[in-house]
Nanobody, 117 residues
Framework: QVQLVESGGGLAQPGGSLRLSCKAPRSIFNDNTMNWYRQAPEKQREFVAA???????NYLDSVKGRFTISRDDARNTVYLQLNNLKPEDTAVYYC???????????WGQGTQVIVSS
């Protein structure tokens, strides 16, 4: 069973930082666009950030300048650096990708981010 595994969530103060990680099997990670989504309580899941295999990035407007997505192909891992966190960033963050070969979509189980004083 193909699994995306997120880690790094937790509790942070407003203005603080967290770094989320998502590790994928090599066969799925290789050259695929990797994405982060998030879902706050009673809200719909929303796109947060993406990075292509060549390093092009895209972000939700509200996180631009605060979040940075990156990838380490040698470790089959994508990261989301969350800086200057705000309470409205509180959500479960999900890693996502779609195979460029099969078009199959894969989701992680999610990692909880709570921003509160």
């Amino acid at each position: 069973q193909v699994q995306l595994v997120e880690s790094g969530g937790g509790l942070a103060q407003p203005g603080g930082s967290l770094r989320l990680s998502c590790k994928a099997p090599r066969s799925i990670f290789n050259d695929n666009t990797m994405n982060w989504y998030r879902q706050a309580p009673e809200k719909q899941r929303e796109f947060v950030a993406a990075i292509t295999g060549s390093g092009r990035t895209n972000y939700l407007d509200s996180v631009k300048g605060r979040f940075t997505i990156s990838r380490d192909d040698a470790r089959n891992t994508v990261y989301l650096q969350l800086n200057n966190l705000k309470p409205e960033d509180t959500a479960v963050y999900y890693c996502h990708t779609r195979s460029m070969v099969t078009r199959t979509e894969y989701w992680g189980q999610g990692t909880q981010v709570i921003v509160s004083s």
